[in-house]
């Protein structure tokens, strides 16, 4: 029997060049096992506001993100948290993806560079479930990265964190692959 690869897509609500959150994707996409495949979308801060009177308009930075959403088998999403709030650059994100018909019953997994970021993961949760998507509560973990110091190497090579890492992507692809052994909207898990 042949499998085909499993294709994910990541995507930060972090802009910034240092971000942990950015970190912790890229560190994912290289501890992925084999037959997993994890990119790290770079488009985000390209996409214009939300606007729903452009919603029918081929916006080619719209396009390129709902293409690249249909094309994966679930989602990674990594967020800041601003004011108690997702970060403006995921929730715009989200809203150009809210009417796309390939988004309902995606697998999306909630990472997190911060455990202190509840407000922003209790919010995606609450979003996701409103798009339909269909969130994998045993792949979606926060880890204490803030002010730790760690660059993507740092993180792909400590110990405690890439068994982590490795257990929650192992967990997200099989959800992916069984889907009804996965929970549904289920709570959102600070381990
Ligand atoms: C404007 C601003 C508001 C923030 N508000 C919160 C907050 O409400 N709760 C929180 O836990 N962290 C807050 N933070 C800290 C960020 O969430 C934290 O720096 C973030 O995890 C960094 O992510 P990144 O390294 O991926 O950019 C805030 C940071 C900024 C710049």
Redesign the pocket.
Known sequence: MTFRTISILAL?G?L?A?????RLLHAVARLAPAGVDIAVYQGLGALPLFNPDLALTELPAVVALQQAVAAADGILI?S??????VSGVMKNALDWLVGSEQFPGKPVALLN??P??T??QAALVEILNTMSARIVSQASIALPL?GSGLDQDGIVQHATLGTILRDAIAAFAAAIQTPECALIGAAFPVK
Not at 18 to 22: E, H, L, P
Not at 80 to 85: D, F, K, L, S, T
């Open positions: 930060s972090s910034r240092a971000s942990y959150n950015t990594a800041p948290e601003y004011a108690h709030g560079a911060s202190r970021a407000h922003a803030l």
